[in-house]
């Protein structure tokens, strides 16, 4: 969560136990008619003001609402390791915004936590009850869309309670902190908060304080917005286990509850779900949405989660200055975006925002919801920002605040691997003028000795930068216990209080350097997820049970790695001797950045620290994804649409552009970053009346895509004479290749043979020979090559000894080839090499002018045309497979897209390390 947000969202709560004669309230005497073993507790409710509001939906004020009569303060108490129901507490007075509670003070040390729940209804609850067991018997029906109408709102049900227990024996004030159960959802077109003026480039003034104004887009409009895969039933309160300080970080779903539905039923199935979304309809087309969609927590992100079983929105709108009538569909993700397309996905979380910004959208989206719904990107380009509808540690008192950015803050037991100082930092505001000299200056008191010193810890307070620094008094290394101590910040009449806990440690046990293994796919300015972790194996003499472990990755090029827990003697395996092994997983956290400020990304290594007496370490090998590429495809026959140039709505191109194959999905097979369509790789094509006449390139176009699009690939299909209008197009292709380009060369006989042998010859050398072969039906040329060849043992799978098919019957062939200057694949039946590449140059060439030919962006792996002609084939989630049923017989396989997947993988490797550099100058091929 972006923490500059945390104090400027409007719509939170905080209730305040205010006992007599504390200092921030004004004083409260105690009622002559009240016994003396009760006190009265007055929880006062701070709201904060209104806003205004565009729309027909609710307000600021109904938004925060409470109705007076469904107010429930209960009172917890503990017992043992757990906290049973005691007693519901007698609300005296209730005269909103202020609530006077009557309750007993404490038997003894006895110690109770107070839970307020608000728009709620009553339960019958036993006295003896299991504190969870209680509030999950407080539900509500989510069906159909929340009732957010200004006129007469349905009430959001709230939930809070005393971070820790306490004992009620006299005066003393505490915190509520009010969380709604509901999340809202608002979606608009480029959000003046998060984005510069379009026009002028200039900040918006009000950015800090104004979350819903827009600057809208001239090009599209919103005009209506399905919800789909919402929960049917919510819980009214949530648990401390889902929360991180005063932050909601889980959800927390009844088991009961079914997917919610337009229709306000509830149905049990994914499939019943998405044909009745939550549909929201705007009365005229607009530039945004809010305050009106408002939804219950929904989904535990896991390895299971995918684009077809999370939340997401479907947006419809109008594409292009002129549009009014027709409206096309977009999908948009509860998601962290990365140019465009989902990086990760996102719980809903009570009591969060969800901004949808949509910044751009590059064309008309799809023509049916359901065909948005299920699609793997679109020509949308939005990021969501989230953030907790709850001021952490914000206090304000008059016209005077004082805030603090975290109230629980941990130092390590010793310093460990490369730092040289165990501190943490924190940053306060305050809008007093403190500057550290007498009278204008904090008033410090630490738990442990009522002092300003603490039995553990050092404070340095910088008044001008407007921090706090913590650093132990020493090592904690003699035991497996925390050192904990708090202080209160004191100032006029505002106070807070930070706590500081020292990690501990008496632990030995060594990790496996041998066993290291990192997982997951790794992308510069793409932030880890789930399946990016680091397994370690660690070993023992004896068993280690209960005792807590902490395992991490300092910090480098902005990620690190944690694993933290207690060894569990169920999960130790013996390795005899006395000797046991337990299997850690370190998670990952943080966004890769190139601190070194090189062009390539190097693989680096991190080191892994734990906390135990000594002090060994190990060490992981980090390996980073590509950077995004752009290819030139040159062909005459793109106008047919096979895909032999990779052309739109084609099977090779479908390939290219689906994450799964080449993107920064935690699944995809190639890790390189995409562009800002969602795209691994930008594809220009030169084909008829688009730079070349004819068959016939057009030299000077060429030249000129050179030095304006500036390609890192170039792929040829059919059908292509080199022999160029207006210059020397075989020159300049070969000066491509000399400067770093990767030229992947699909050509046989057609048109020209000539000016297919010349290209070769260029590059190979003017000693080869080639020449073309009618080959009948019989089309199969079986891959050879060395296991550590990208090419033949890719990424995409070990294609050695497998068959790749023709397209048609006509195979180009080279004889003459230097052994020591060539790397050879595959050759025809008569021992002409119709599959090689230069050694040591970036160039690649095939034969067969079809070898990715398919018309369709989804074939399966039988072709029902012809079985002699487009061996290309990919599955419906545009993943390569082999293709069956191929040649005359029907009887044989084909690797085509496979094979290909390979020496696409091989081009974006040779180009990321040893690619043509376009830097420098403003035309690379002048």
């Not at 049916?368 to 990107?377: G, W, Y």
């Not at 097979?669 to 030169?686: C, K, L, P, S």
């Not at 890192?712 to 059919?718: A, K």
Request: with cysteine.
């Amino acid at each position: 969560m972006d923490k500059k947000y945390i104090k400027s969202v409007i719509g939170s709560f905080v209730l305040t136990l205010i006992i007599p004669f504390v200092s921030c309230s004004d004083e409260y005497t105690v009622s002559d008619n009240i016994s003396n073993d009760k006190v009265l507790v007055e929880l006062c409710l701070n709201v904060p003001g209104l806003t205004s509001n565009s729309t027909r939906s609710m307000s600021t004020a109904q938004e925060s609402g409470i109705d007076d009569t469904k107010i429930q303060v209960l009172v917890f108490e503990k017992s043992g390791n757990a906290e049973v129901f005691s007693y519901q507490a007698d609300i005296t007075n209730k005269n909103l915004p202020n609530i006077t509670l009557q309750v007993p003070v404490s038997e003894g040390s006895k110690q109770y936590r107070l839970v307020v729940l608000a728009n709620v209804e009553p339960e019958t609850i036993t006295e003896g009850s299991n504190k969870e067991s209680v509030l999950q018997q407080f539900t509500f029906s989510c069906l159909g869309k929340w009732n957010a109408s200004n006129s007469n709102p349905a009430p959001i049900p709230m939930w809070g309670e005393l971070s820790e227990l306490i004992t009620i024996t006299n005066n003393r004030s505490a915190n509520i902190l009010l969380h709604r159960a509901l999340a809202r959802v608002d979606i608009g077109l480029l959000y003046k908060f998060n984005n510069p003026d379009p026009v002028s480039g200039a900040e918006y003034d009000q950015k800090e304080t104004d979350k819903e104004s827009v600057y809208g887009l001239d090009h599209f409009k919103i005009k209506d917005i399905r919800v789909y895969r919402t929960k049917s039933q919510a819980y009214a309160a949530s648990s401390e286990d889902n929360m991180s300080g005063n932050e909601i970080i889980m959800p927390s779903i009844p088991a009961s509850a079914n997917y919610n539905t337009g229709s306000g039923t509830a149905v049990g199935t994914l499939e019943n779900a998405d044909s009745d979304p939550l549909l929201y309809t705007l009365p005229a087309a607009g530039n945004s949405y809010i305050r009106e969609i408002y939804v219950p927590e929904s989904n535990l992100i896991d390895s299971q989660s995918d684009m077809d079983n999370v939340p997401c929105l479907v947006i419809g709108g109008y594409y292009g200055t002129t549009n009014t009538t027709e409206v096309t569909y977009y999908r948009a993700d509860f998601a962290t975006y990365n140019n465009g397309t989902v990086s990760s996905y996102r719980p809903i979380l009570r009591n969060h925002q969800y901004v949808f910004d949509i910044k751009t959208v590059n064309g008309p989206g799809f023509e049916t919801p359901e065909q948005a719904l299920h699609s793997i990107s679109s020509p949308m380009k939005l990021n969501i920002v989230e953030w907790n509808q709850i001021p952490l540690g914000f206090y304000v008192q008059g016209h005077y605040f004082l805030s603090v950015e975290e109230n629980t803050i941990w130092l390590e037991a010793r310093i460990q691997g490369d730092l040289t100082e165990n501190s943490y930092t924190v940053s306060y505001q305050t809008n007093l003028a403190l500057d550290g000299t007498a009278g204008n200056e904090f008033t410090t008191l630490w738990a442990s000795t009522g002092t300003s010193s603490s039995s553990y810890f050092n404070q340095t307070i910088d008044y001008v930068n407007k921090t706090i620094k913590f650093t132990p008094l020493s090592d904690n290394t003699t035991a497996n216990e925390l050192r904990t101590d708090t202080i209160r910040l004191i100032v006029e009449n505002l106070e807070l209080n930070i706590t500081v806990k020292q990690k501990g440690f008496n632990l030995n046990y060594t990790i496996d350097c041998e066993s290291v293994k990192v997982n997951g796919k790794y992308r510069e300015n793409v932030s880890l997820n789930y399946s990016n972790y680091i397994e370690v194996k660690v070993k023992t003499q004896g068993f280690l049970n209960g005792e807590t472990y902490e395992i991490k990755t300092l910090e480098k090029n902005g990620i690190y790695f944690l694993g933290s827990g207690t060894f569990n003697r169920a999960d130790a395996t013996p390795l005899g001797n006395g000797k046991f092994e337990y299997t850690i997983k370190l998670e990952g956290y943080g966004t890769p950045v190139n601190e070194d400020g090189t062009d390539v990304f190097k693989p680096f290594n991190v080191t892994i620290v734990k906390n135990t007496v000594n002090n060994e370490y190990c060490s992981a090998r980090i390996i980073i994804g590509y950077k995004t590429k752009r290819i030139l495809t040159i062909g005459a026959n793109a106008a047919y649409r096979y895909g032999y140039m990779l052309e739109p709505n084609t099977a090779s191109r479908a390939f290219v552009d689906a994450s799964v194959n080449f993107g920064v999905d935690p699944n995809s097979i190639v890790t390189i970053e995409e562009n800002q369509y969602g795209n691994a790789f930008t594809i220009d094509v030169m084909t008829v009346e688009k730079g070349m006449f004819g068959e016939i390139i057009d030299y000077n176009y060429l030249k000129n895509k050179l030095n304006t699009f500036k390609p890192e690939i170039i792929l040829t299909g059919q059908a292509i004479n080199y022999n160029s209008s207006g210059g020397d197009a075989i020159q300049l292709l070969s000066d491509f290749v000399d400067a770093g380009g990767v030229f992947i060369m699909c050509n046989e006989y057609y048109p020209d043979m000539s000016s297919i042998n010349s290209m070769v010859q260029k590059i190979m050398g003017t000693g080869v020979i080639g020449t073309n072969q009618s080959i009948g039906s019989d089309q199969l040329f079986t891959l050879s090559g060395d296991e550590n060849d990208m090419i033949v043992n890719g990424p995409f799978g070990d294609m050695r000894g497998k068959q790749w098919g023709a397209d048609g019957h006509e195979m180009q062939g080279f004889l003459n080839l230097s052994d020591s200057e060539s790397i050879i694949y595959s050759s025809r039946t008569d021992g002409y090499i119709n599959m090689f590449r230069h050694a040591t140059k970036p160039f690649f060439f095939i034969g067969e002018g079809g070898f990715i030919s398919n018309p369709q962006r989804y074939i399966g792996e039988a072709y029902q045309g012809s079985y002699v002609y487009c061996p290309f084939a990919i599955d419906e989630t545009y993943s390569p497979i082999p293709r069956v049923n191929y040649t005359v017989n029907m009887s044989s396989i084909v690797y085509n897209s496979q094979i290909f997947g390979n020496i696409l993988a091989w081009a974006v490797d040779w180009s990321e390390m040893n690619g043509i550099d376009y830097s420098g100058t403003d035309k690379k091929f002048p």
